[in-house]
């Protein structure tokens, strides 16, 4: 197919074409371009949505979700008629009818080291939508491996940070990174919450990124990274150096394939499948019988406190999982304990804590409070 442009895109482009930075060139350079972005949430619905806009010819999405309505608070990509489609179908209606020009394709799976080549092999540059470090690594390892530029984003309640990683020209994810820190440090949106706009902003600065580098552009955020706070409305440079250990692109590199990076990172790939990783559950409709039979348990809420003003079990004492460490103390070994939050993830986490400490009769309430809302008592609210 012609590269060229038709009349039709002439208008829908004009306003790049004024540009002397882009132009009828740039322009039909974009539309020679590909780009893959993993994940279709809330970073990837702005980079998806301006880069198809742009006119980059083929974009690609990765995500192995559907729809939810809790997603659309952020995750601008999606409709209220797309809830239960798959994410990446959902937005690739989306994208197509943004701009009918240029090809979606959608990956409706989980990235992994064994399908990532079959996948992003043909894509210019790698755009991370992700929520996870099981596929930050791996995007990272790969492109280094690959000599593909990252465009690495993250954001965490009101806080987020951009930064393009090209181990040919400057650092890595690794070079800051060599190692994970432990999952429990790492909550994820569903746990900790964010700010709807805040995905936002941060997308829209990784479209920025992805558009110079196919263009040639101005200057990439390689060696660099912006940090933003929305609730001080600031933004932070830090400039990166090359880390001449780094196992990936230092200058004696262990790295040459890719590994099993669920095991690497030491969390379950699927968050929506933690329940699974632990056998110290205890479901809602066992824990209610409990309850009405008047036996000795103590309930623990590791949510935020205003999480509990939605919804709480009576007699249920909050200890924070960020408090949970600090507050051992304060919690009786000698009865039997049941930790809960809103899905179940932090509760698991806060079970793995609390037998570290030494307490063995703990158990974490399967799907949270939200679980105990559908089994056990319609008149609660969830959330």
Same mark, same amino acid.
């Given at each position: ?156 309640? @009101? ?68 940090? @933003? ?5 600031? @933004? ?103 930790? @809960? ?43």
């Amino acid at each position: 197919m012609s590269q060229n442009l038709s009349q039709d895109e002439l208008f829908r482009y004009s306003r790049h074409l004024m540009l002397p930075e882009v132009g009828l060139a740039g322009q039909e350079k974009l539309k020679r371009s590909s780009a893959l972005i993993v994940g279709t949430g809330g970073l990837g619905s702005p980079i998806s949505l301006y880069l198809a806009a742009a006119g980059v010819g083929r974009l690609g999405l990765v995500d192995y979700d559907k729809v939810e309505i809790s997603n659309l608070q952020r995750q601008i990509v999606h409709t209220t008629s797309t809830l239960g489609v798959t994410k990446v179908e959902s937005a690739k209606k989306h994208l197509s009818d943004l701009n009918p020009t240029i090809e979606v394709i959608p990956f409706n799976t989980a990235l992994t080291s064994s399908n990532i080549d079959e996948i992003a092999n043909s894509y210019d540059v790698i755009v991370d939508g992700t929520d996870n470090l099981t596929t930050r690594y791996l995007l990272n390892d790969y492109a280094g491996l690959h000599g593909k530029p990252y465009v690495y984003g993250s954001i965490f309640r @009101f806080e987020g940070q951009v930064s393009v990683f090209d181990a040919n020209k400057g650092a890595c994810y690794r070079c800051l990174f060599p190692e994970p820190p432990p999952p429990e440090l790492l909550p994820s949106c569903s746990d900790a919450g964010v700010m709807g706009v805040l995905p936002g902003i941060v997308g829209c600065m990784e479209a920025n990124e992805t558009i110079k580098l196919l263009l040639g552009i101005g200057e990439p955020l390689i060696n660099r990274m912006v940090l @933003f706070d929305a609730l001080e409305m600031q @933004f932070t440079e830090i400039h990166l150096k090359k880390n001449s250990s780094c196992p990936l692109c230092g200058e004696h590199p262990v790295i040459h394939d890719l590994v099993d990076y669920e095991q690497f990172c030491g969390a379950p790939y699927r968050r929506t499948n933690r329940q699974e990783s632990f056998s110290d559950c205890i479901s809602p409709k066992e824990l209610s019988i409990i309850l009405n039979e008047k036996k000795d348990v103590l309930l623990i809420d590791v949510r935020n406190p205003v999480e509990s003003q939605v919804s709480s079990l009576p007699g249920a004492i909050v200890i924070p999982l960020e408090m949970l460490s600090s507050r051992m103390q304060d919690i009786p070994h000698d009865q039997p304990i049941v930790v @809960f939050c809103r899905t179940g993830g932090r509760s698991q986490t806060a079970v793995g804590l609390m037998r570290q400490a030494g307490f063995t009769n703990v158990r974490s309430l399967q799907g949270g409070i939200n679980a105990w809302v559908c089994q056990v008592d319609l008149s609660m609210r969830q959330y």
